[in-house]
């Protein structure tokens, strides 16, 4: 079946770029996910890359994709405190059920 | 506008007894999808409804659980039998027509002692 799979942590220093790297299996995957988590709450939709694109830029964002390696990842310029969350990779085929990693905790140091 | 809300936010329940969690979507969205995150973990896929109708229940671990979408809006889901195992954050999203993106509403933490 789908998997997606992501580092458990990553910390970075306030003002540093963070990349945070994730790994799919199913190759017709549609629609690639970066999700946010801060403690106690819902998932927040950051952004998501169609399968033919290899780029998505959207403010401090950067999503690339590299479909051949099924590699994703999402690089966050001048990373705040407010960062600070777990972040979710997933992979869906439109309108149907998304497959999520595991997520990666991303710590920002003042 | 509103997002997607659910209730309780919080439920301890005793082993062995019925539980409902309920889910009101983004209004007009008539995608509704239920997920369950164990701790540490990403959500995983439960049942998928389109309107009234269950487009893929493939997700749902046991006959234990139902859930159902009689008006194509609010949709509830149903644990019977509550095990310890069933202890997870019960997550809810919600996508308009021709739209790939999904929305989540805060969860049901959901406590079965």
Known sequence: GEDVEQSLFLSVREGDS???????????STYL???K???????????????????????RLTVLLN????????RIADTQTGDSAIYFCAE??????????????????? | GAG?????SNKVTEKGKYVELRCDPISGHTALYWYRQSLGQGPEFLIYFQGTGAADDSGLPNDR?????????????KIQRTERGDSAVYLCASSN???NEQYFGPGTRLTVT
């Not at chain 1, 479909?67 to 999402?74: Q, R, T, W």
């Open chain 1, 18 to 28: 963070s990349v945070i790297n994730c790994t799919y299996t199913d190759s017709s």
């Open chain 1, 92 to 110: 869906g085929t439109g309108r149907r059920a998304l497959t999520f990693g595991s997520g990666t905790r991303l710590q920002v140091q003042p």
């Open chain 1, 33 to 35: 996910y970066w999700y």
């Open chain 2, 97 to 99: 027509s021709g739209s």
């Open chain 1, 67 to 74: 479909k051949k390696d099924k590699h994703l990842s999402l």
């Open chain 1, 37 to 59: 988590q801060e403690p106690g709450a819902g998932l927040q939709l950051l952004t998501y890359i169609f399968s033919n694109m290899d780029m998505k830029q959207d403010q």
């Open chain 2, 65 to 77: 659980f139902f859930a159902v979408r009689p008006e194509g809006s609010v949709s509830t889901l």
């Open chain 2, 4 to 8: 997607v809300s659910q209730t309780p």
